[in-house]
């Protein structure tokens, strides 16, 4: 199946620090990703899709100037999560795909965000 | 409001038995359902769809079946292995993916 990367796999910060993470598609070119934040015991939540060459679609509720999402390339997304707090600890996970309209998207295997 | 909904936290199944887990959504314009596997600290691993046109896609252990009318999808393991056990998550699909909450599947020997 199609391989999606993602680094670094976890990162303690600093309160006030900004983050990046990189998303990549290793054998297919992603026309989307997508990035998702997951809490304890809970279900994933989508907090935006982008699109190469395009600004990121923001969900509701997502601050889209503190979470900058820039997808440069067929294989590449990264999510930086700006001036950094406590409560922006979570798991954070992206996914791409390379068809439209199925919903089979390919996940990678997560960052850990810790924010002290 | 969770369009999505999977209402067993946990299930727990003796190896070599069938897993049955549920799913019910609210949204009658999905157009595909999908399931995934989730390890701890891993992404999910998708595992097998449905379209919203069919009832029932098999493949090997893993069928999932769809009742349009009762908005309901199930997925049935069988027969159930150790290294089964995860968290399911049920999701469906019109212009984004939507999650349920997950399902925490235990196989004992």
């Known amino acids: 199946g199609a391989v999606v990367s993602q680094h670094p796999s976890r990162v303690i910060c600093k309160s006030g620090t900004s983050v990046k993470i990189e998303c990549r598609s290793l054998d297919f070119q992603a026309t989307t990703m997508f990035w998702y934040r997951q809490f304890p015991k809970q279900s994933l939540m989508l907090m935006a899709t982008s699109n190469e060459g395009s600004k990121a679609t923001y969900e509701q509720g997502v601050e889209k100037d503190k979470f900058l999402i820039n997808h440069a390339s067929l294989t590449l997304s990264t999510l930086t999560v700006t001036s950094a707090h406590p409560e922006d600890s979570s798991f954070y996970i992206c996914?791409?795909?390379?068809?439209?309209?199925?919903?089979?998207?390919?996940f990678g295997p997560g960052t850990r965000l810790t924010v002290t | 409001d969770q369009q999505v909904k999977q209402n067993s936290p946990s299930l727990s199944v003796q190896e070599g038995r069938i897993s049955i887990l549920n799913c019910d959504y609210t949204?009658?314009?999905?157009?595909?359902f999908l399931w995934y596997k989730k390890y701890p600290a891993e992404g999910p691993t998708f595992l097998i769809s449905?379209?919203?046109?069919?009832d029932k896609n098999e493949d090997g252990r893993f069928t999932v079946f769809l009742n349009k009318s009762a908005k309901h999808l199930s997925l049935h393991i069988v027969p159930s292995q150790p290294g089964d056990s995860a968290v399911y998550f049920c999701?469906?699909?019109?212009?984004?993916?939507?999650f349920g909450t997950g399902t925490r599947l235990q196989v004992f020997p």
């Open positions: 949204n009658s314009m999905f157009d595909y």
């Open positions: 996914s791409a795909s390379g068809t439209a309209h199925s919903g089979e998207q390919y």
């Open positions: 449905i379209s919203s046109i069919k």
């Open positions: 999701a469906a699909y019109t212009d984004k993916l939507i």
